[in-house]
């Protein structure tokens, strides 16, 4: 008999789909325009941004331990911790990663790196303080879901152009207050290149950054589903989002600020809520991921012939 | 796990593979003569129980089905839970052969029910060095490794690399040292 893989949102699907389709063709628009106002410095430009994303992506674990300021946990300095990795990578079938604790009262975890190989996970003493042994699993099993989805590709892929609309913004900035931005053939009649550019990149950055953190909720509730299968009692994931978020709001600023850059990869956005609301979000509010943890745990155990 | 698992987060457990579960009572001869490890008489499985009603009460079939297999065999059974939350079923008995397919039968029955996913690993444990030595299956990977543990949560990986070495013609062994889970606190 085969079993359903619960918790298949075809909806949730759905909705990936269409961001990243969106996304895609931003990019696409972004690159025509590029290709027919701007036909020089492109390739320049185009190299360091690719340059950019792919020391960000062969670097991700090291990169984000040290900006968290994490250290790698050997067996000995934390055993129970080892062990209960080990154990959800044999549920999982992934190898092992690098085990590594942050030392914050702040109860968080995050998880990194460019492939299932050179991952990392780690969780904060804060975390492995106030959560019971089973609620722990269940936010590990959440990270390696994000391991196992390769999640840190995805997010490079997909802010690849954001980067380089970003980098192009100040570009654009630069040029049109030092040159004038009068190095174009076609200047003499329509706006000046620069102030083109700088539009189209403005815009880019700011529809990517929406789409990039759509993307990004979408890829929270996979993860929670992953530790729900992985687990196989999303209860505990579910309590354990409860403590983390409630625990958050008591916990000084100074932590939050710290780790602001870091925000998507940790299981609970350590933001504070945005006035601004869901769109700008890099998690989906608690509320709803519970809902969906809920879902998953009715639909979990239903056998389909 | 393909493009498209890896597109919309598809993470899906695997299927366990059983069948390879019989190699270690092959090797068991190489093991005894050649190596001077014997059969302690105790294997176990472990596998991460769910909270649905559904897995309960098939739960509950394998469990007497285990009984029977026991009663069978003449051996004993019985069943553990650990801190992290995972079940485990404990079989006592002289005959490695006998013990090796009590394991396979909770698994493959686990599996005909639709739960198989839910098994992480079975262990056996030989006697002969000054540790025990333990054979530890993945039920994923459908392949074993070796696992010393040498007090304290250290593991003697001097010894179980030598392990792999002698034993690799004998036993499908895992060949991805970081998939070598520990098992420190296994109740046999």
């Given at each position: 008999?085969k ?8 909806g ?5 789909l ?6 895609g063709?931003?990019?696409?628009i972004f ?12 390739v320049?430009?185009?190299?360091i941004v ?5 020391f ?8 984000a331990?040290a900006a968290a ?5 050997s ?9 209960m990795?080990e154990?959800?990578?044999a549920?999982a079938?992934?190898?092992k ?16 790196g460019?492939?299932?190989k050179h991952a990392a996970v780690?969780?904060t003493?804060?975390?492995w ?5 089973k609620?722990v699993?269940?936010?590990?099993a959440?990270?390696l ?5 390769r999640d840190?590709?995805?997010m ?7 980067t380089l ?7 654009g900035?630069y ?13 003499n009649n ?11 990149s403005?815009?880019?950055?700011f529809l990517?950054?929406?789409l ?9 509730y996979?993860?929670?589903r ?6 196989g ?9 409860q403590?983390i978020?409630?625990?958050?709001t008591?916990?000084?600023n100074?932590d939050?600020r ?9 299981i609970v956005s350590?933001?504070?809520k945005s006035?601004?609301?869901?769109l700008?979000m890099?998690?989906p509010p608690?509320?709803?991921?519970l ?11 239903r056998p389909?012939? | ?8 987060g ?9 069948d390879?579960?019989?190699a270690l009572?092959?090797?068991?001869v ?10 302690a008489?105790v294997?176990?499985?472990a596998?991460?129980?769910?909270s ?7 739960f509950?079939?394998v469990?007497?089905?285990?009984d029977a297999v ?5 051996s004993k ?6 801190e ?7 079989v006592r008995?002289p ?8 394991a396979?039968t909770l ?5 005909a029910k ?9 262990i ?18 459908g392949?074993?490794w070796p ?10 990986n ?8 002698q ?6 062994i895992?060949?991805?040292?970081t ?5 420190f606190?296994?109740p046999?």
């Open positions: 008999m079993r359903r893989a619960y918790g298949r949102d075809a949730l699907t759905l909705r990936m269409l961001t990243t389709g969106l996304l063709l931003l990019y696409v690159a025509v325009v590029l290709f027919q106002v701007l036909n020089v410095g492109l320049p430009m185009l190299l690719v340059g950019l994303a792919f960000q992506y062969y670097t991700s674990d090291k990169l331990l300021g994490a250290k790698v946990v067996r000995e300095e934390a055993p129970a911790l080892h062990d990795v154990r959800l990578c549920m079938d992934l190898p990663p690098k085990v590594a604790i942050m030392d914050t009262p702040m109860p968080n975890a995050f998880a990194t460019r492939s299932p780690c969780v003493t804060g975390l303080d106030r959560l019971e042994p609620e699993e269940g936010v590990l959440h990270e879901s994000h391991v196992a989805n840190v590709l995805v490079t892929l997909a802010s690849f152009f954001a609309a970003a980098l192009l913004t100040r570009f900035i040029g049109g207050i030092f040159s004038g931005g009068g190095n174009n053939r076609d200047n329509g706006p000046p290149v620069w102030l083109i550019v700088l539009v189209v403005i815009l880019v950055y990517s950054y929406i990039i953190r759509t993307i990004s909720r979408y890829r929270e996979a993860a929670d992953g530790s729900a299968l992985i687990t009692t999303p209860e505990y994931l579910m309590s354990a989002l403590k978020s409630s625990q958050m008591l916990i000084p100074r939050l710290e780790v602001e850059g870091l925000s998507a990869f940790f350590p933001r504070v006035a601004l609301g869901e700008f890099d998690h608690i509320e709803k991921r809902a969906a943890l809920a879902q998953i745990a009715r639909e979990m155990g389909v012939a | 796990m393909g493009l498209r698992d890896v597109l919309f598809k993470k899906k457990l695997s299927e366990p593979k059983s390879r579960l019989f009572a092959t090797a068991a190489t093991l005894d003569t050649e190596l001077g490890l014997k059969p008489g294997g176990a499985i596998f991460k129980p769910q649905s009603g559904e897995f309960r009460s098939a509950d079939e469990d007497q089905l285990v026991a009663q069978q065999f003449g059974v019985e069943r553990k839970s650990d992290y939350g995972y079940d485990w079923i404990i008995d005959e490695l052969e006998d013990l090796v397919a009590s396979h698994a493959s029955e686990l599996t639709g739960f198989g996913s839910l098994l992480l690993a079975a056996f444990r030989f006697d002969g060095y000054e540790h025990p030595v333990y054979f530890i299956y993945g039920f994923k990977r392949a074993w696992f010393v543990p040498a007090g304290d949560s250290k593991r003697d001097a010894k179980e690399l030598e392990l792999k070495s034993l690799e013609r004998e036993l499908p895992e060949q991805d040292l998939r070598w889970l520990a098992l606190d296994a046999v």
